[in-house]
């Protein structure tokens, strides 16, 4: 019952007046009256809206679809996303050097990038592996991504070669793009709102297969779902109470029943103008608006941020029933707090009605009194277990009704978010839009294993989230291959490339040892395993340049020692034979020399 943004001593008591819209006909307390039944109507479940199969053999093959994971997944980000990300991407790149120098752009790094030059237009299986790449870093949870491809046998990761190079995952995040702001301009998001920029399309998507595919139970919770973003933009906030201290907010709609989680829906937060109360209002109503078409009395859960007189009738205007922890100022009648001073002992309790409104307020003496406001629950007294000072075990105290359901539903969006925290797709990045993107992966995934629990039931027990995503990964490569699969089919990889233009060689000479045309320096090359399993040839060149593995090697300046012999494919200069043969047949090289 503790979960509200501020006490109940901060909240200062005032008078409600006929015409305050928190104000009710309220009876005396714990003066119960006839509290009408309503009951949920609706079809909860799965929609069946991919299940339509005109032929056997399509039919065949729904069958074997229900048990991929891919197939589960692909429900919720579809294959427009992708489409639109491929689509986006290659004509983002190619359209770099009409674009003017942006602002951000810091120091001396070149307009356009000169990684933009060499960039080979990508496909739909090049943005599936880095999607597969997201989800293998989810597992591994580490702040240096440098690390997942490093080749010192401390962090050594042979997995991380089959979905592409650092130098390449580098290069895919930076080109990464899903959408023009001009795009955006004049177009309508589903709730009438001018469409989010860079992401509004991907994120419309993924809510809207949100609706489509599952129908929640008749108990639901509301709360905010705060991503972590870095990054500079209007729409981030400052996340008092949070452990991430600012970010990105939604607001979503959650099941939680039998340790499986489902987001319905979600809400941005835009940072808009209206007074804070109207705008967390405007907020629930939207979300209610979504619930599926035909269904009544859904009941939602919800925390002090959200619940108070008004929102309860508003909310029962649209057939649904509200309930949870409201702030003492937000209409609980002064008669119930005069009386609430006279709760002396832990779990004693009160209550007061209004029958017009069919609203009940409860106040319950817990760690301290707690208001409580519902519309579907009557005045009724259960028992619950709570801690007590003193004791080893919970103690059963008396509890209204209310808070026992709180208590019971209200966890379903920490759900979420301890899923979404223990294993996240979240990518350290500045553009904004990246914590949007990997929110809407994470979201996808846990839809798509309750989507798949509820198809196999059989096996529903029997996997959790981190076998689920490993299986996940694994379908990816089958229909999409990996890396290796590229050079067995002769398809030529993407040279690999510095991070940021100003490591280039031919910019700074001298100053990086390694490159023999300026493009690469030894430490990113050494990540690619290529130079093991491919046959390369030296070749003299007319120009002397360090030695890539002396260089390398060497802690100080005393490592540079000038050849004129390259590898062209690895792109590296090397003393031939001795760096050479080292390098072309050891995974961590030393120079002989060094």
Known sequence: AGRGRRSVADAQPRQLAAGDKHHADWGAINQAFPFPTKSFVGQPGLTGADEYRQTRSEREQLLSDK?????????????????????????YVTAMPMMARPTWLQGRRPWPPNWSERWEPIGEKEIWRFIACLFWMALHKTQNEEELWSTHWAFERPAAKRFMTFAQF????????????EETQGVKDMDGKPMLSKIGFIMETVRNNCHRHYFPGADIALDEISVQMSGRSNLKKLLRFKPIGEGIQFFALCESKDGKQYVYTFELDRNEKPPPDAKIQNFILQLVDKLPAGSRHY?????????????????AEKGHCIYGTVLADCGVPPELKEHAKELK???????????????TVAAWHD????????NVHPPAGIRTLRRTKGLADRASLPCPLVFGEYNSWMGAIDDVDRLASFITTRFRSNKWWHAVFTFLLDISSINGL???RLSNPAEADTITRRMWIVAL????IAEYGDRFSDVQEGIPEPMACAEDDHDRQDAHPGRRGGSHQGLASAKTVLASD???RQRHFPAKTDNKRNCALCYHCSPCSSGERRVVWTCPDCNVMLHVPECFREWHTKGNPRSPFV
């Open 67 to 91: 048990t991929s994971k891919l197939f589960h997944f692909k429900k919720f980000f579809d294959q427009s996303c992708i489409d639109h990300l491929v689509t986006e991407t290659n004509t």
């Open 450 to 452: 309750h989507t798949w």
């Open 170 to 181: 580098k290069l895919m995040k930076a080109a990464l793009h899903a959408q023009n702001e």
């Open 367 to 374: 760690s301290g009194i707690a208001y409580a406001i519902s």
């Open 530 to 532: 290529l130079r093991l």
């Open 473 to 476: 990964i694994d379908e990816i």
């Open 345 to 359: 002992q832990k779990g004693d309790w009160a209550f007061i009605a209004s029958p017009n409104d069919a609203l």
């Open 299 to 315: 009941r939602i859960a919800a925390d002090n941020l959200f619940n108070s007189v008004d929102t309860c009738r508003r909310v």
